[in-house]
């Protein structure tokens, strides 16, 4: 028998935009629709976001998607929320206004206060207790600011007259109309709040930053009932069934469900996580462990690496140096050229980010000669993407101690065919494309669609998961390693510049 609702939709609340995207029950999907996000920049290294335009945006395109797909709300059998991470919010119960702009995940503003964490020897309690490393990135610090810099907010939040939360936990209350204040356990694991191994608030941190507990929003499973919306909204009450942050919501839409599974994003910068299953991994590499997801209160862990220059060197030879009219180009201009003639281009404009953590790092490009041209740099500049990218597998698998043979990739350059064929061969694994690049959204339909039942279990799920295309290496292992060898000589030369 068919049932009714046959769609499942996504919010995607990004950090420039927010989207909303309509899926049929088989994962395929039917349209989506986004609407950009202003970002405001008070002070040199600050981000912020409009509390009310991200929740005006996100209710907006969810009722356009709707509508431009002539789609009655009562076919839609559940929400699934994904969302930019650690951007955090408070808010006043009552009239629902968020007391100040939301503090957006590359807001710098607590790193002074971080580095006096760092300086009190708390590194080593929050990797332990949290699985993140002190840094201003995550929302502890920054909920911190808030209670210390608005006048009163602090004794209003003890009286329990605010709320707080990161981005899905805003769109679930509002949605809600203020019935559901909850989180996921992917989201709770990015505040550097949250204690990985109990799954509690943790009592010490939020003592040592002086936050009540009252104003967090109860942790839930990722696939779990947060709720219906208001009626209002939609024309009828629509149930909430999965939520999850961006980078874990695109682990699921890949199905990497079981341990040891991978994938990478290739956006402007690079997220690379891997299914570590039930086992929490402490990583000596500068790896962040985290949570994946919670399933029936059963949590999945994974280990993340970030690699903060990804597509963005891409676009840097686009914009910067004129040498490509599209990001598409770089593959046509790589593929001209047989090698880079041993040109390396290490782009660490903003330091380096995982495994090698070195802010003073900065870009170089080496191994030039007469004869190197727009063509060696275009294909340097792709290769280096791979190259990062197997440097955050090697600590990977170092930590976790098991090899990873293959790698689901998206992302706007996953659609580079060089870029693609060159990951396979460095990694000397093979490397998955599926025919969704929206994981991310896809994994929230995922989730909201196990959560009220489309879905029975993951099995499902997996069994409609489509592949694209295949790459696997075609380089011999020996020649991986030389050129291999070749980045990491490079990599030598731009560490510590600054
Ligand atoms: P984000 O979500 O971070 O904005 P996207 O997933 O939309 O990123 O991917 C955009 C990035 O991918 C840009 O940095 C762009 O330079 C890069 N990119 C897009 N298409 C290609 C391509 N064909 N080859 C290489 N890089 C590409």
């Given amino acids: 028998m068919l049932m009714k609702e046959k769609y ?21 999907l039917v349209k989506q629709v986004g609407q950009e996000i202003r ?31 002539r789609i009655d709300p009562a076919e839609i059998a559940a929400i699934g929320i994904a969302n930019q991470r650690e951007t955090v919010l408070i808010w006043d119960k009552q009239t629902g206004e968020p007391v100040h702009n939301a503090l957006v995940w590359q807001c710098r503003r607590t790193a002074g206060l971080c580095q006096e964490l760092s300086d009190m020897g708390w590194t080593q309690t929050v990797k332990d207790r949290t699985g993140l490393v002190v840094d201003a990135y995550f929302s502890g610090t920054k909920i911190k600011w808030l209670l210390d810099h608005i006048p009163q907010l602090r004794d209003r939040a003890e009286r329990g007259e605010v709320l707080c939360g990161t981005v899905d936990t805003w769109l679930i209350w509002k949605l809600t109309g203020g019935k559901v204040h909850a989180t996921d356990f992917s989201n709770a694991s990015r505040t550097m709040l949250f204690n990985i191994h109990t799954l509690q608030w943790d009592p010490e941190m939020l003592r040592k930053l002086d936050i009540p507990e009252a104003i967090l929003p109860a942790v839930k499973n990722s696939s779990d009932d947060f709720g219906m919306t208001l009626p209002a909204y939609f024309g009828r009450a629509i149930p909430i069934r999965g939520v999850a942050g961006d980078q874990q919501a695109a682990l699921f839409g890949q199905c990497c469900f079981e341990p040891g599974t991978a994938k990478n994003t290739y956006g402007t910068g690079c997220f690379l996580l891997a299914n570590t299953g039930e086992k929490i991994i402490a990583s000596n590499s500068g790896l962040l462990t985290t949570i994946a997801w919670g399933l029936k209160g059963k949590v999945s862990y994974a280990l993340e690496g970030s690699i903060f220059i990804g597509g963005a060197v891409i676009q840097w030879l686009r914009d910067e140096l ?6 598409a180009e770089s593959e046509v201009l790589a593929k001209q050229v047989e090698d880079t003639g041993g040109v390396y281009l290490v782009p660490a404009f903003v330091g380096l980010g995982a495994p090698h953590w070195d802010m003073y790092a900065r870009g170089v490009l080496v191994g030039l000669t007469r004869g190197t041209n727009k063509c060696h740099i275009s294909r340097a500049a792709l290769e280096s993407i791979a190259y990062q990218t197997r440097d955050v597998l090697t600590a990977m698998i170092c930590d976790a101690g098991v090899d990873l043979k293959r790698l689901r ?37 995922f989730l909201a669609g196990l959560g009220c039942g489309i879905y029975g279990d993951l099995s499902e799920i997996q069994a409609i998961w489509q592949l694209d295309r295949t790459y696997s290496p075609q380089m011999q292992s020996q020649q991986a390693q030389e050129l291999r060898a070749g980045w990491i000589k490079a990599l030598e030369r731009a560490k510590g510049w600054a």
Avoid: C, K
């Fill in 322 to 327: 004129g040498i490509l009219r599209d990001a």
């Fill in 39 to 69: 970002q405001i920049y008070p002070e040199p290294g600050w981000v912020e976001h409009d509390g009310m335009e991200i929740w005006d945006s996100q209710l907006g395109t969810a009722r356009q998607v709707m509508q431009e797909s």
């Fill in 409 to 445: 990739v998206d992302g706007g350059a996953s659609r580079n065919e060089f870029l693609m064929q060159f990951q396979a061969d460095i990694l000397q694994a093979v490397v998955d494309r599926p025919r969704i690049n929206e994981t991310t959204a896809l994994g929230a339909a």
């Fill in 8 to 28: 499942l939709l996504a919010l995607d609340q990004g950090t420039t935009s927010s989207r909303a995207i309509l899926f049929n029950r088989d994962g395929s």
